[in-house]
């Protein structure tokens, strides 16, 4: 994927963070495990000393989620935590049952505002029914607070066929149903009424770079995480408003339609 495997520069971080006056997410989550970063918790610290209103949140695969991670995580300014699974554990995945007990403490020692909000995230598969169901019944034991369906992006892969739309929609209707029976709100956010598709244009616009930006290790700035080498400015020189309302977001708003055709991630329809 080329993905570069370094960690963001702490000083960096700050740097960037402090041109980022008025928003109200922080989602640290790049593409790789968020925890792994040594500064992970003080950069939680400096964004909300900056901007204390701000929602922060992170995707985890659980696997680092121990007794000490999670005292730092419960201690912390963290909103919600979306933990990226597809399954429960089966027999003979030990990883798999070390991910559940992690969750399932973090879930138990949260107080009694449940904070931070655990949302399972979990990707469709053709033949991951079954899975999803027995994942919603075990999130509905340990007291999860939603689950985020998400459509898989083939792409960039070779021999993987995922789900017809049709099947997307049938899955969905069937999680969101049992989802009911333990409790746990389910969303599809590929799955929109009219009100949603009209606001996209009827699937010419992302929703995701309406309102947000990916930022890369050098505190370029870039329209999402599948364009991370689309730069449209630098938060080492610019701040966020100059960035948002520069030249080369102006062009990259008029050009959209070419630069992500093929990307549904966000879409209602398959574009691939």
């Known amino acids: 994927m080329d993905v570069p495997s370094i960690n963001m520069d702490f000083g960096l971080f700050k740097e ?3 041109r980022l006056s008025g928003v109200k997410d922080f989602i640290l989550t790049g593409w790789g495990e968020p925890l792994l970063h040594p500064d992970f918790f003080e950069m939680v610290d ?3 000393s900056i901007n204390p209103d701000a929602r922060i949140r992170f995707t985890t695969n659980g696997s680092l989620l121990n007794k000490e991670i999670r005292e730092k995580i419960l201690n912390s300014k963290i909103e919600q935590i979306s933990i990226s699974i597809d399954e429960a554990a089966g ?3 030990s ?3 070390k991910i559940i ?6 879930a138990s020692e949260r107080n ?3 904070k931070p909000s655990i949302v399972f995230q979990s990707t469709m598969h053709r033949n991951n029914l079954e899975g999803l169901k027995k994942l919603i019944e075990l999130g509905g034991k340990i007291g999860i607070d939603r689950m985020n369906l998400v459509r898989l992006d083939v792409r960039k892969t070779d021999g993987i066929v995922r789900p017809s739309i049709e099947d997307e929609w049938r899955i969905f209707a069937d999680i969101k149903k049992a989802g009911k029976t333990f409790g746990i709100p389910v969303f599809f956010i590929n ?11 009827f699937d010419k616009l992302c929703f995701r770079t309406v309102d947000h930006v990916y930022i890369n290790v050098k505190g370029d700035v870039t329209p999402c995480c599948n364009l991370r080498k689309m730069k449209m400015g630098n938060l080492t020189k610019e701040d966020i408003n100059e960035i ?4 080369m977001f102006k062009k990259f708003r008029a050009n959209q339609l070419k630069v992500c055709k093929g990307c549904d991630a966000l879409k209602r329809k398959h574009h691939h």
């Not at 007990?101 to 973090?106: H, Q, R, S, Y």
């Open 101 to 106: 007990e992690n969750v399932t403490a973090l």
């Open 95 to 97: 990883e798999s049952k």
């Open 191 to 201: 799955l929109q009424g009219i009100l949603l598709q009209m606001a996209g244009h």
């Open 91 to 93: 027999e003979g995945h």
């Open 46 to 48: 400096f964004v909300y």
């Open 16 to 18: 960037a963070v402090k």
């Open 244 to 247: 948002w309302h520069g030249k």
């Open 112 to 114: 009694f505002r449940r």
